[in-house]
């Protein structure tokens, strides 16, 4: 692994300025003063230079967006980012799209604020992409926790997505939580977002909404094996911990299930057992109480008779149960049960 603790900070060299770049990074900015530094210097030092960066205030209130500007002023991309700032705050998914329609590159990739690349990772990908002639090319990724841990995670196939099978099934692998769908790993060629008619939408997950579509419009998926992004769990701004960053992936899965139908693609497993997820997680979230707990309920009837005809998505003992007590409705059997397992998962 190539670590950014060896090399400098800012780097001085000069590059041509061009009117049009190969990549567009972009980067959604929200409340991420303790990280941002990181993440823009790991762009800074990149081996290849024809990319542009476009910061997307998301309106957070803090100094982020001046902390990247001291950096990037007398940095190589002094003159290669832009920033676009939102009227208000309007989530990770629509601050996406505006980067999306201020970008010029060929290709495209997402960096969220708080994580960072390897030096070589914009060339290596676009180098296997132009190579392969691939819409999406995949890298592994570190998942890096507060103790400063870093575990290798496998997103990628020993061989190209080209036919719809091989397609369909990695889209199956991320319902199931076997390979990521978030999009900062993944190198992709800006027009497959219009052959695919995506737009992000703020009622919905940004990254489950958009990679399933994309790899299945793509006429070809590349992958590179190495590891070259670190992703970071441990900023406490995160939107994956909220109550309200579950309904987005509710309304995601509902969106991706009629679409997938209208393609005749059936994944009524996957989907049952993403559904069967998200609603246990949106039981068990301390955020949820009232009418968003009867809306946790009422939830995906279809889990619900699912359980009740003796199939249940989840496996663990604990989960299952909760999910079979949850499908009888609101109970004092079923509150005394959940309270049980918050404190245990609490502990």
């Known amino acids: 692994m190539t670590g950014l603790q060896n090399l400098?900070?800012?780097?001085?060299?000069?590059?041509?300025?061009?009117k049009e770049y190969c990549i567009s990074v972009i980067m959604p900015v929200y409340k991420a003063s303790g990280y941002i530094g990181r993440a823009v210097a790991s762009l800074i030092v990149q081996t290849y230079n024809n990319?542009?960066?476009?910061?997307?205030?998301?309106?957070?209130?803090?100094?982020?967006?001046?902390?990247?500007?001291?950096?990037?002023?007398?940095?190589?991309?002094?003159?290669?980012?832009?920033?676009?700032?939102?009227?208000?705050?309007?989530?990770?998914?629509?601050?996406?799209?505006?980067?999306?329609?201020?970008?010029?590159?060929?290709?495209?990739?997402?960096?969220?604020?708080?994580?960072?690349?390897?030096?070589?990772?914009?060339?290596?990908?676009?180098?296997?992409?132009?190579f392969s002639s691939s819409d999406i090319v995949i890298c592994n990724y570190f998942k890096e926790s507060s103790s400063g841990n870093s575990i290798l995670v496998n997103s990628v196939i020993n061989q190209s997505l080209i036919s719809i099978d091989d397609k369909i099934k990695y889209v199956k692998e991320m319902l199931r939580g076997e390979k990521a769908s978030a999009l900062w790993n993944k190198l992709i060629r800006r027009d497959l977002?219009?052959?695919?008619?995506?737009?992000?939408?703020?009622?919905?997950?940004?990254?489950?909404s958009a990679s399933p579509i994309l790899i299945l419009q793509a006429q070809k998926v590349d992958f590179v094996g190495d590891a070259l992004i670190h992703y970071v769990l441990y900023n406490s701004?995160?939107?994956?911990?909220?109550?309200?960053?579950?309904?987005?992936?509710?309304?995601?899965?509902?969106?991706?299930?009629?679409?997938?139908?209208?393609?005749?693609?059936?994944?009524?497993?996957?989907?049952?057992?993403?559904k069967a997820i998200t609603k246990r997680k949106m039981i068990l979230h301390r955020g949820i109480k009232g009418r968003d707990l009867k809306f946790a309920l009422d939830l995906f009837p279809e889990v619900n008779s699912a359980i009740k005809a003796g199939n249940n998505p989840e496996k663990k003992f604990q989960y299952r149960t909760l999910l079979k007590l949850a499908s009888g409705g609101d109970t004092v059997l079923f509150r005394t049960y959940r309270a049980l397992i918050t404190h245990l998962l609490a502990l």
């Open 8 to 18: 400098p900070y800012l780097y001085d060299s000069k590059i041509m300025i061009q």
């Open 51 to 130: 990319f542009e960066l476009i910061l997307v205030d998301d309106c957070g209130g803090d100094n982020s967006i001046e902390i990247a500007v001291e950096i990037l002023k007398n940095s190589r991309l002094k003159s290669h980012y832009k920033i676009v700032t939102n009227t208000h705050n309007q989530g990770v998914s629509l601050s996406r799209q505006k980067g999306m329609h201020s970008s010029s590159g060929e290709f495209v990739i997402h960096l969220d604020s708080d994580d960072y690349f390897e030096p070589n990772l914009l060339e290596r990908l676009v180098n296997t992409a132009k």
């Open 193 to 208: 977002f219009d052959k695919a008619d995506f737009r992000f939408d703020g009622n919905l997950r940004d990254d489950l």
């Open 237 to 274: 701004n995160s939107e994956s911990v909220s109550a309200g960053h579950l309904k987005l992936i509710s309304n995601t899965i509902v969106m991706l299930e009629k679409r997938f139908k209208t393609l005749g693609i059936s994944m009524e497993e996957e989907f049952l057992t993403y």
